[in-house]
């Protein structure tokens, strides 16, 4: 009974859309089971660009059951839009599945989380105003709204109660105009409509397939470091993106996973604020953000580049039990004359591997670099590892060392085929 977990072993953004989109072609059913459209991986099949938020990337495997489990937050306007863009572009929706537990992004979050945003000064976390903040924080005070409220006779009572509430918060303490409830009303009847043949138990249907031993793939969004409890607290989302996540965001038991897939940037990026501690200000950090298109996908915003930290990766593989590493973005790191690896942080004098829990330790951490020779020419074209450049290969293989995990596929190219395989999944 195969269950396979892939997520970002850095600050998200690693890279997961593609990887994922290997395995999907061989899973069964692909779950995402976190976060909400504040994610994004693109996937570029034969030149076309996929951009997904919402949906797993199973869809793109036309009729492949995918499920969007109880643990996501849904923005179902988002979701809708989705869902039309890539019908347009010839997907099959027929098999999609949404959990009636998933909380629903509500116009309330996204107009708070911008307003709080913008109200924080320095104090901004510098979140993707998609709502996501508030939608979770709705969850845990027991506020929120599910899929299964959408459907519920009781929807218009409960959404008149809450969006009182709202409004009070909006006018007086932020000054703005109150939200309308008749129209948000209406907006919610027509999703439900859109949206009614979707909604579902997803844990019972994904229970069922566990027990006939079909192939899971659960996809994560976001990454180790933005995770609510291990993650550079307060600069992370309101999510556990970890595999520790799978579980409970899918219904499924812990057992479920017989692999886990740590998806490594050759490189560290991040988008919003926090601290970074292989961070490049120079020109070499200019370099990486332009060879590598490094925008966000969601929200266009200039990603913050540095140095591969092994810390993060390491703090990753023991957190996450990472059982393979997926590297990506090998060929962007290429061309340059020296690359560096952190391996430890110096913290007044004393030298750690373990990531620590305070924003203050990782601010005065200076990182203890490993320097390596660069690889230059074109290496889109490499399927064999041993194809790939000395160089290149003495990298991979000082990650399988410091990290003791092996690294089971590398991405030369952003195409769905521009990957080296070392290892088989799903067996
Ligand atoms: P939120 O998830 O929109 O609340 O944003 C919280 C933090 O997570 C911010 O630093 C965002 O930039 C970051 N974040 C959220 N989603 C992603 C993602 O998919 N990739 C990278 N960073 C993300």
New binding site residues.
């Given amino acids: 009974m195969p269950g396979i977990a892939v997520f970002?072993a850095q600050?998200?953004?690693e890279g997961k859309g593609r990887f994922v989109d290997f395995l999907a072609s061989e899973a069964d059913v692909v779950i995402r089971y976190q976060?909400?459209n504040?994610?994004?991986h693109t996937i570029i099949v034969d030149g076309v660009t996929y951009k997904l938020h919402l949906i797993p990337a199973g869809v793109l495997y036309n009729s492949k059951p995918c499920v969007i489990g109880n643990g996501v937050v849904i923005d179902p306007e988002s979701l809708i839009e989705e869902m039309e863009t890539l019908k347009k572009q010839g997907a099959t929706l027929d098999n999609l599945m949404i959990s009636d537990r998933a909380h629903m992004v509500m116009p309330y979050h996204r107009l708070l989380?911008s307003l709080s945003e913008d109200d924080a000064g320095e104090a901004m976390?510098?979140?993707?105003?998609?709502g996501?903040?508030p939608c979770y924080t709705d969850k845990a005070a027991r506020q929120g709204l599910r899929m299964c409220d959408l459907l519920s006779d009781s929807f218009a009572e409960k959404l008149r109660v809450l969006l009182e509430q709202k409004n009070m918060i909006l006018t007086k303490i932020y000054g703005g105009e109150p939200l309308d409830y008749a129209g948000m009303l209406e907006q919610f009847m027509g999703y439900k409509e859109r949206l009614r043949q979707h909604i579902c138990d997803t844990s019972l249907i994904c229970y069922d397939f566990y027990k006939q031993g079909k192939k899971l793939l659960f996809e994560g969004?976001?990454?180790m470091l933005?995770d609510i409890d291990f993650g550079t607290y307060p600069?992370?989302?309101?999510s556990h993106p970890t595999s520790g996540g799978v579980s409970i965001g899918t219904g499924l038991p812990p057992a479920v996973l017989t692999d886990v897939v740590g998806v490594v940037k050759a490189y560290t990026t991040?988008?919003?604020?926090?601290p970074f501690v292989t961070e490049l200000l120079d020109g070499t950090g200019d370099y990486i953000r332009e060879r590598g298109q490094e925008y966000?996908?969601?929200?266009g915003?200039p990603r913050r580049c540095g140095w591969l930290d092994l810390v993060i990766v390491g703090f990753a593989a023991r957190i996450g039990g990472i059982t393979s590493i997926a590297l990506s973005r090998m060929d962007t790191l290429g061309e340059l004359d020296r690359v560096k690896v952190c391996v430890g942080y110096d913290i007044d004098g004393k030298v750690t591997k373990n990531y620590p829990a305070s924003l203050d330790d990782i601010a005065s951490a200076k990182p203890v670099y490993k320097e390596f020779d660069g690889w230059s020419g074109d290496i889109s074209h490499i399927r064999e590892y041993n194809g790939l450049p000395q160089s290149a290969k003495e990298y991979v293989e000082f990650i399988e060392s410091e990290t003791g995990v092996g690294v089971g596929m590398i991405g030369v190219g952003p195409e769905r085929s521009e990957c080296v395989l070392r290892r088989k999944y799903f067996v």
Avoid at 125 to 130: H, S
Avoid at 235 to 238: G, R
Wanted: glycine share 30%.
């Fill in positions: 970002g600050w998200g953004d976060g909400g504040n994610a994004g989380d976390i510098g979140t993707t105003k998609r996501i903040g969004a976001q990454g933005l600069y992370v989302t309101s991040r988008v919003g604020k926090g966000g996908t969601t929200t915003r």
